[in-house]
């Protein structure tokens, strides 16, 4: 497996530094958070665009994905939801970057359950003809509305496209009652990467370092080593949150050592 980390760590950070985070401690990749507060999103320039990728590839440190923040089951029209998403696409097409983020977003005070999958199932089924197009692959978060891989599933199921697909975050989905090995099996066949991370308690969400808090990070490796699965690991360490934090960047190397005991003592 390929270990990559999330800018969410570390935000605002010019990217040449957050290359250079990646080529100092051997992570392999890294996923772009694309909010307007930071220095890659949807609205960047064409040349700019163009900088970026030049970056990237002269670094030799690949971007894994596009982070975005629409929910595609949200209420309203879907014309804003998906011109949010095709310009997340585009951005992604001219980065180079395989994968796109976004969240079910879904308000299950004024939707049912129901109405929130068929709102987000299709707009991802209208949404992925032109993924398909630019050769990139849209991935639904395991998150907020749809924390679980259930949850998930029951949107995939609807949309049954190969251009739309899973991340797991597996915060999300032990939050939601799911083991690892229910997860994995539930979105195996659409998995696109993992994010990982770990926290103090379902009560206290504040990130720790990997390894010192209570998700089964190790269960999780497990799963998906026994299943042959060779994607990527993100580490989504949320500091834009949570101010108080240690910051990621003196935690970078021992976070990468903490996964690669993961994934040898899973082999």
Known sequence: ??????????PGLPLPDVLRLATTHGYHGVELRTHPE????????????????AEFKGAGVELLGLAGYVGVAAPGDDGPVLAEVRALID????????????FPGGDLDTQTPEEADATAARRLGTAAEYATDLGVRILLETHDSHRTAAD???????VGHRQVGALWDVMHTW????QPSESYMALAPHLGYVQVKDIASAEDTTP????????????CVEVLSRHGWDGWLCWE???????EAAPLPD???AGRDHLNRLLNDSA
Do not use: C, N, Q
Request: glycine share 12%; proline share 7%.
């Open 1 to 10: 497996m390929k270990l990559a980390f999330s800018t969410l760590g570390v």
């Open 38 to 53: 930071e220095p890659v999103h949807i609205g960047l320039a064409p040349d700019r665009r163009a900088e970026v990728a």
């Open 237 to 243: 360490y949320e500091k834009r949150w949570h101010e």
């Open 208 to 219: 720790l370092p990997l390894g010192r808090g209570v998700l089964p990070l190790a269960d």
């Open 91 to 102: 951005l992604a097409r001219d980065l180079g970057a395989p994968y796109v983020r976004v």
């Open 175 to 178: 939050l939601g009652g799911e």
């Open 152 to 158: 998930a599933m029951r949107v995939l199921g609807l």
């Open 251 to 253: 935690l970078l190397e």
